[in-house]
C-alpha cells in the first residue's frame, strides 16, 4: 500500500490548488481516503473524506474545499479555493482502516497508511 500525495505549493489568499493522492495496492472502492493538515505544534486536523457512499468535510473548509476521485487513476483529489493564510499547513493523505461514518472520519488513529504530506502555503 503506498499514497504519494502531490500538488501544494506557494498560492496567494483568495487562490485555488488542487492537491492530488495517487493510490497504489488497493482499490478505491474498497476503503476511504481522507486529507489531513498539521501545523508545528498542532495536532493533525481531520480536512475531509471520501469513500464509495460519502463525503464529508471540516467546518473550517466546507463550502471552498472540494474531495473527489478518479477511480481510473485511483487518484482522490483535494480542490481548495478561496484559501485563507490560516489554510497553510502540510497535507496529508490516508487511507482509512475501513468505511467510516461520520463521528469517525477526523481521528487520525482511524488510518492506517499515510502519505509523505505536501506542503501548502497561503501568503501574499
Known amino acids: 500500500v503506498q499514497l504519494q500525495a502531490s500538488g501544494g505549493g506557494l498560492v496567494q489568499p483568495g487562490g485555488s490548488l488542487r492537491l492530488s493522492c495517487a493510490a497504489s495496492g488497493f482499490a478505491l472502492d474498497d476503503y476511504g481516503i481522507g486529507w489531513f493538515r498539521q501545523v508545528p505544534g498542532k495536532e493533525r486536523e481531520g480536512v475531509s473524506y471520501i469513500n464509495i457512499s460519502r463525503k464529508f468535510y471540516a467546518v473550517s473548509v466546507k463550502d471552498r474545499f472540494t474531495i473527489s476521485r478518479d477511480n481510473a487513476k485511483n487518484t482522490v483529489y483535494l480542490q481548495m479555493n478561496s484559501l485563507k493564510p490560516e489554510d497553510t499547513a502540510v497535507y496529508y493523505c490516508?487511507?482509512?482502516?475501513?468505511?467510516?461514518?461520520?463521528?469517525?472520519?477526523?481521528?487520525?488513529?482511524?488510518?492506517?497508511?499515510w502519505g509523505q504530506g505536501t506542503l501548502v502555503t497561503v501568503s501574499s
Open positions: 490516508a487511507r482509512a482502516a475501513s468505511h467510516l461514518i461520520f463521528s469517525e472520519w477526523w481521528t487520525p488513529s482511524n488510518y492506517h497508511y
